[in-house]
């Protein structure tokens, strides 16, 4: 099936409606980053509310880890169901769907008692609670950067790709941010009862705030408006053998990102905490400033792949992380272990999380989204972002599994290498995708 282009995709310039539009669909990108992240920045600091005493630090580390792959592992169940309901009825829905979410399951952890109550329950209650959010939220993503790419002009959409791509690291941001807010109120243990809460309840704020500001004002591009609820087997379609081949090359880049991430974000906090002893408030920081680098870094790579190409671009990416990323991560580790002091640890961190992270800020969101037509856009784009956590997902196994035959505290280097060598070759594997027309339908 095939129809004519939108209007909306076709014009060259931006409307007040139209930057609303991409203005609403970076904001629920960014808190679904900002949910995701939430038991990564928040739990290291208070391991001791929800824990026994006495645990050794490499299990109060891979506790953290756990949490986080619960919520990586309910994401495709939620996003396999619900996606398909982007492309029938469009993306406004999900995003919906998504601003419930947060506001839901952020509310209800800050609510939770700790192991002095509950005990062991007190981290089962967590663990539900964070795959029934995660559940919901993975069809979010999807139906974000949809929603804004679908809305702006072509010539503009490595810019406008790549302010989506950092959306998820002003997530980042926002929680490091907020983090350091509540360390500075409530200290030591009061931080550790009452403190540690203040983040979700941010989170179940700005959760409400997107769900009225989207039921009040966003809607979809016009071409739902004629085709809402027509599609037919939108899941069916993208594993279907025509589309296979996309599914499993934006699947390696995608992976790629993910291991990435699971060394900058995921399990780079709780080493340098539990494991090296850094002060918490300082590895906040420092994920605060090699964010602020991916926010900068992301947008100007991504407004320069609309000159020089995605697929040029995730190259060069790809290879600068398998190199650099992995040096520097080299240095910070280094210089934790011997006690070289916080600026210098902070510096290595810095270039750690910038460098691992900027070239898929930039593109890999863009990328995806402009591999699939239209009509199976959010299911397709959904599928591979969700499914692609899987692997990455048990990147703490793979550490624990590594650090028999090296250092506990260098494993994750091996994933840096992993995290560009994929993204290199997921590039090569692929076609340019700068100029196609991501309103009409095929």
């Not at 904001?27 to 939430?38: E, G």
């Not at 006495?54 to 619900?82: D, E, H, K």
């Not at 929680?175 to 983040?199: D, K, M, N, Y």
């Not at 290199?424 to 594997?429: N, P, V």
Request: hydrophobic fraction near 55%; charge should be positive; charged fraction near 10%.
């Amino acid at each position: 099936m095939s129809t004519q282009p939108s209007l909306a995709g076709v014009a060259e310039h931006f409307t007040p409606e139209r930057r609303r539009y991409i203005v609403g669909g970076w904001t629920a990108n960014m808190l679904a980053t900002y949910d995701l992240f939430l038991p990564v920045v928040v739990l290291p600091a208070a391991l001791s509310y929800f824990e026994p005493p006495n645990l050794p630090a490499v299990v109060q580390v891979t506790v953290v880890n756990i949490t986080y792959l619960i919520s990586i592992l309910a994401s495709p169940i939620g996003g396999l169901v619900l996606a398909p309901l982007g492309d029938r009825l469009g993306r406004r829905t999900l995003v919906i769907i998504g601003g419930a979410g947060y506001a839901l399951v952020s509310l209800l952890i800050a609510l939770l008692p700790g192991y002095a109550s509950w005990g062991y329950g007190a981290i089962a209650a967590l663990l539900i609670l964070r795959f029934i959010g995660s559940a919901l939220n993975g069809t979010t993503v999807g139906g974000s950067v949809a929603l804004a790419l679908e809305w702006t002009p072509k010539s503009w959409r490595g810019l406008v790709g790549g302010l989506m791509g950092v959306s998820p690291t002003v997530g980042v941001i926002l929680t490091s941010a907020v983090q350091l807010i509540a360390l500075s109120i409530w200290h030591g243990p009061l931080f550790e009862t009452v403190g540690w809460r203040f983040p979700f309840y941010v989170g179940a704020f700005l959760g409400v705030l997107l769900l009225a500001t989207v039921l009040r004002s966003m809607r979809d591009v016009e071409f739902f408006e004629q085709h809402a609820g027509k599609a037919r087997a939108p899941l069916r379609e993208v594993f279907s053998r025509f589309n296979l081949k996309t599914f499993g090359q934006a699947f390696m880049l995608y992976t790629g990102y993910l291991f990435a991430i699971q060394v900058s974000v995921v399990f780079l906090p709780p080493l340098l905490i539990a494991y090296l002893h850094q002060p918490p408030p300082m590895v906040t920081s420092l994920l605060l400033y090699g964010n602020l680098g991916i926010l900068v870094g992301g947008v100007v790579m991504g407004a320069l792949s609309q000159r020089i190409g995605r697929r040029r671009g995730l190259m060069i990416g790809g290879a600068w992380v398998a190199v650099l990323a992995t040096l520097c991560y080299y240095l910070m580790v280094q210089s934790a272990a011997a006690k070289a002091g916080e600026a210098l640890v902070t510096f290595w961190g810095f270039w750690v999380v910038a460098l691992s992270v900027i070239p898929y800020s930039a593109m890999v969101l863009t990328y995806l989204a402009e591999r699939y037509p239209i009509h199976i856009r959010a299911t397709g784009f959904t599928a591979v972002i969700t499914l692609a956590n899987i692997i990455p997902g048990f990147s703490s196994f793979y550490i624990i599994g590594l650090s028999k035959i090296m250092p506990y505290q260098y494993a994750a280097l091996v994933l840096v290498v992993v995290a560009g060598l994929l993204t290199l070759i997921g590039a090569l594997m692929g076609p340019e995708t700068r100029d196609v027309d991501m309103v009409a339908s095929s």
